[in-house]
């Protein structure tokens, strides 16, 4: 506890140099430009960024991507404030509240709360990321491979059956991402798989190339194919403000957020999308305005949006202590500390402390940048919205182009970067979710390796995997998991459960 | 707003007709095929486990093939009995209007086109495609102001890139002059 107090300090002390602090506030305004702009969520800005980040050093290319992260979530509710159409699923509670708000004039107020309750939701998670994580990472440490294998088995489970509306597109964009992941000279054999005898494959398709063709690629080509004609209307907004009545109503909300968004952004249940339902949902209960609900009550945007903030602390935390990706965007910076040559897990706290208290301090410099660059820049930001579509998807097609170049410096990877594009879109069109694939895609060839090497220090014996109290747990979750549904439907029906009800007349 | 939207003529519901409505038997057939693939690949290959890999390289191979084999299974009885996909929604998605498959395919036909420019004139004159090409693709028609941007656009992310945080972009013959 008190170790981490004085390591915490040492981040600051690295955190606070004028460099790093030009990162954090390069990531903090590049995060929320992109994330304003319509359809680019967290996970595309990252992808879209990586190659930027090649030229720094690990330390300073994960500062900016946590400025990426935060500013990222904060621009994603901007637009469905101003918008009423969410990119994010993040982000649909924001719009259910914040857009009558801003509809009625009280958009300046929406965009402050939500601002605030980003700012308090980080801080309360990036704190329980502090005290929590290396705890969790020093009992982790003991953990063997057929732990590692399990617990990874449930982060399949957990992406494809806790969200979505149907299991078995779920399993198979799980399926499909596993397969990229297969591609490539098998590690600890060296014989080739999928390669078809194309030397380029034998390294495997590159993460990078295959995160921007799902997310950037993919999202072009699905919006050209429906692309809204005319242009949607943009609410004007000014600076920023709340008046004394608003910060009465909203500080308990804010406060509130981080329970539920921190526990759910750290496993992998989806990230933001089931806490700020949650949060909304107990706000709506707890309100003395209920009947405003609907039609732009405070609460119902300051609850959701400081849930929105924790869960990416939350999920922060299960990346860095346990190596393990709960969200895409998570994905992403996984597969980006892959490329600086650093595997995230218990060890990380150990192996590079430096490197990982600079990161946490930095979270706390980005949330502040983030509180004081945007309440200013929010009619900046407005106007993003108006950017014509046919240079917003040029750019991002641009832009997703050379990154999949830098990787290697063949222009071959471009096909590539199409071919898994086309693959997004199908999956778009036929509501194959992308969260389970890139997670696939990153964890697949980790998870086969545990099994193996659990079964290799067993002698081959397939009782290892069931050997150890958390594995057992984990299996029980996972059975529990997958069972659920089969449970429900035998169980007699017992009318609406209260969940649907509150899903009607969400606009998504 | 100067962009000139293109109009895409309104194909009416009906003529979709059964196959239209079952498009999603596609995703199955993906499925299946790609089942297969894995599944032939790894029987090609030698190589069973051995003491120091009791598992080997083929064993999660196959499992996976299988699985992909099921999958394709499970979704095409769940679409014959009615179950169907729901195309993701976005701020900028119309999904009121049928898929406009020659905007994807001029797209595709850019980056094609990119991919192929670059080892000949370099990145920022592929770029200039690429952008350009886009905005076209993408329905506007104010050619010059777009090849304006294109060309800004090329040129600044090829010397940030190139230059700045040292991406090796190829400048190609254009660039040069500038070393």
């Known amino acids: 506890m008190l170790d981490s107090l004085t390591h915490l300090m040492g981040g600051f002390g690295a955190a606070l140099t004028p460099a790093n602090l030009l990162f954090a506030a390069i990531g903090v305004l590049l995060g929320t430009a992109i994330g304003v702009l319509p359809g680019i969520g967290p996970a595309m800005a990252v992808a879209l960024l990586l190659p930027v980040t090649y030229a720094f050093d690990p330390t300073g290319a994960f500062i900016m991507f946590a400025g990426i992260y935060f500013g990222a979530m904060f621009g994603g509710s901007t637009t469905s404030i101003l918008l009423n159409t969410p990119g994010e699923s993040a982000s649909v509670m924001a719009a259910l509240e914040g857009n009558p708000m801003a509809k009625s004039g009280r958009g300046a107020q929406a965009l402050a709360t939500a601002a605030i309750g980003h700012f308090v939701g980080g801080l309360l998670g990036v704190i329980g990321l502090v005290l929590l994580a290396p705890l969790v990472a020093s009992v982790a440490v003991d953990i063997g491979a057929p732990d590692y294998f399990a617990v990874m088995v449930l982060a399949f489970v957990a992406v494809t059956s806790v969200l979505g509306s149907s299991r078995i597109r779920g399993f198979a964009?799980?399926?499909?991402?596993?397969?990229?992941?297969?591609?490539?000279?098998?590690?600890?054999?060296?014989?080739?798989?999928?390669?078809?005898?194309?030397?380029?494959?034998?390294?495997g398709i590159d993460v990078v190339i295959v995160a921007v063709g799902l997310f950037a690629v993919g999202e072009a080509l699905w919006?050209?194919?429906?692309?809204?004609?005319?242009?949607?209307?943009?609410?004007?907004?000014?600076?920023?403000?709340?008046?004394?009545?608003?910060?009465?109503?909203?500080w308990k909300p804010w406060l509130r957020g981080p329970f539920i968004g921190f526990p759910f952004g750290s496993i992998p249940a989806g990230g933001a999308?089931?806490?700020?339902?949650?949060?909304?949902?107990?706000?709506?209960?707890?309100?003395?305005?209920?009947?405003?609900?609907g039609s732009g009550a405070i609460e119902g945007v300051a609850g959701p949006e400081s849930a929105a903030s924790a869960s990416s602390a939350g999920t922060l935390s299960t990346m860095l202590t346990l190596g393990l990706p709960t969200t895409a965007i998570a994905a992403v910076m996984l597969a980006a500390f892959q490329q600086f040559g650093i595997q995230p897990g218990p060890l990380l706290f150990q192996t590079e402390p430096d490197?990982?208290?600079?990161?946490?301090?930095?979270?706390?410099?980005?949330?502040?940048?983030?509180?004081v660059l945007n309440l200013p820049l929010a009619p900046a930001w407005a106007k993003l919205l108006r950017i014509p579509r046919p240079y917003l998807y040029a750019g991002i097609l641009f832009f997703a182009c050379i990154g999949a170049y830098a990787v290697s410096g063949q222009a071959v990877d471009l096909l590539v970067l199409l071919g898994i594009g086309a693959v997004g879109f199908v999956m778009r069109r036929y509501g194959l979710p992308v969260l389970p694939a890139i997670i696939g895609v990153i964890l697949g060839p980790d998870a086969e390796l545990q099994l193996r090497r659990a079964l290799q220090i067993a002698?081959?014996?397939?009782?290892?995997?069931?050997?150890?109290?958390?594995?057992?747990?984990?299996?029980t979750v996972i059975a529990l998991l997958l069972l659920f549904p089969l449970v429900r439907k035998v169980l007699p029906a017992r009318g609406t459960p209260p969940v649907d009800r509150d899903r009607e007349g969400t606009p998504v | 707003?100067?962009?000139?939207?293109?109009?895409?003529?309104?194909?009416?519901?009906?003529?979709?007709?059964?196959?239209?409505?079952?498009?999603?038997?596609?995703?199955?057939?993906?499925?299946?095929?790609?089942?297969?693939?894995?599944?032939?690949?790894t029987l090609l290959e030698s190589g069973a486990g051995s003491d120091s890999d009791p598992l080997g390289p083929r064993t999660v191979a196959l499992v996976?093939?299988?699985?992909?084999?099921?999958?394709?299974?499970?979704?095409?009885?769940?679409?014959?009995?009615?179950g169907h996909g729901e195309a993701e929604a976005g701020e900028d998605v119309d999904l009121s209007t049928p898929p406009d498959l020659r905007t994807v395919g001029m797209l595709a036909g850019v980056l094609i086109a990119t991919a192929a420019l670059i080892p000949l004139l370099g990145w920022?004159?592929?770029?200039?495609?690429?952008?350009?090409?886009?905005?076209?693709?993408?329905?506007?028609?104010?050619?010059?102001?777009?090849?304006?941007?294109?060309?800004?656009?090329?040129?600044?992310?090829?010397?940030?890139?190139?230059?700045?945080?040292g991406v090796d972009l190829p400048g190609g013959p254009l660039m040069g002059v500038f070393g």
């Open chain 1, 459 to 475: 002698d081959g014996d397939v009782t290892t995997l069931v050997s150890t109290p958390v594995a057992v747990t984990v299996y």
């Open chain 2, 64 to 82: 996976l093939g299988g699985a992909l084999l099921l999958l394709s299974v499970l979704l095409t009885v769940d679409v014959l009995r009615g």
């Open chain 1, 355 to 371: 490197l990982v208290w600079t990161l946490i301090a930095s979270l706390f410099v980005g949330l502040v940048l983030l509180l």
């Open chain 1, 223 to 250: 919006v050209a194919a429906h692309l809204r004609r005319g242009q949607q209307e943009v609410i004007p907004v000014g600076r920023p403000w709340l008046s004394r009545g608003d910060v009465k109503r909203a």
């Open chain 2, 1 to 41: 707003m100067t962009v000139v939207q293109e109009e895409t003529p309104a194909r009416a519901p009906e003529k979709r007709g059964r196959l239209g409505e079952h498009s999603e038997l596609g995703v199955s057939l993906l499925l299946f095929v790609v089942g297969v693939l894995v599944v032939v690949d």
């Open chain 1, 173 to 203: 964009a799980l399926a499909i991402g596993l397969t990229i992941g297969l591609v490539g000279l098998d590690p600890l054999s060296g014989q080739p798989r999928l390669t078809f005898g194309v030397p380029q494959l034998a390294d």
């Open chain 1, 273 to 293: 999308e089931i806490p700020t339902f949650l949060s909304y949902v107990t706000e709506r209960r707890l309100s003395t305005h209920r009947d405003e609900f």
């Open chain 2, 124 to 165: 920022p004159v592929a770029g200039v495609v690429l952008f350009w090409g886009a905005t076209y693709s993408l329905g506007s028609r104010t050619y010059l102001r777009d090849l304006l941007i294109a060309a800004g656009v090329s040129v600044a992310a090829w010397v940030l890139f190139d230059g700045l945080l």
